[in-house]
T-cell receptor
């Protein structure tokens, strides 16, 4: 069974204070690891897809990295508008149609204080 | 380009009532999914579809039905609503890896 665990559950940072969010995963074979951002009352918004250990993706103040067991979302010099819940999900490499399913973690609620 | 459109945004049902949550996408995506989101449990997959006429069950399918007669539409039917189905429901679509899923804005359902 695929599993995704995110930590911490909540994180409060001062504006400009860099930090990292963790996503640990267990999957039989990884097809892709996804990061999403979710604002209150809205649907998740796609950020990144990572495929293999060692891969990195960047977008503005966010950088996602991947190892064989976990992924990190690094946030550099965050601003208040980066406040949101960040979700991690994995997609398993299966032989059937199930390879399009995503298994999500419960998310990290990030608050950036001005 | 509207993306993924879900209706209604809010709904209150009485126990035992049935209803259909609508989902439509205009991006010609083959893959569509329904998730529910509950506090502390994250997003859980209800049903998914890999193309018109092809659907399968996800992690929590009991009490829900789906069909996919066109590429654009993927309605979710609640057969006999129960308080345990109180949740926020999200529909999502994807052209396939690597581009990830695009989510709708959600339907907040309360069953009393």
């Amino acid at each position: 069974e695929d599993q995704v665990t995110q930590s911490p559950e909540a994180l409060r940072l001062q504006e400009g204070e860099s930090s990292s969010l963790n996503c640990s995963y267990t999957v039989s074979g990884l097809r892709g690891l996804f990061w999403y951002r979710q604002d209150p009352g809205k649907g998740p918004e796609f950020l990144f897809t990572l495929y293999s250990a060692g891969e990195e993706k960047e977008k503005e103040r966010l950088k996602a990295t991947l190892t064989k067991k976990e992924s990190f979302l690094h946030i550099t010099a965050p601003k208040p508008e980066d406040s949101a819940t960040y979700l991690c999900a994995v997609q398993a490499d299966r032989w059937d149609f199930g390879n399009e399913k995503l298994t999500f973690g419960t998310g990290t609620r990030l608050t950036i204080i001005p | 380009n509207a993306g993924v459109t879900q209706t209604p945004k809010f709904q209150v049902l009485k126990t035992g009532q049935s209803m259909t949550l609508q989902c439509a996408q205009d991006m010609n995506h083959e893959y569509m999914s329904w998730y529910r989101q509950d506090p502390g449990m994250g997003l859980r997959l209800i049903h998914y579809s890999v193309g018109a006429g092809i659907t399968d069950q996800g992690e929590v399918p009991n009490g829900y039905n789906v069909s996919r007669s066109t590429t654009e539409d993927f309605p979710l039917r609640l057969l006999s609503a129960a308080p345990s189905q109180t949740s926020v429901y999200f529909c999502a679509s994807s052209p396939g890896t690597p581009r990830g899923y695009t989510f709708g804005s959600g339907t907040r359902l309360t069953v009393v």
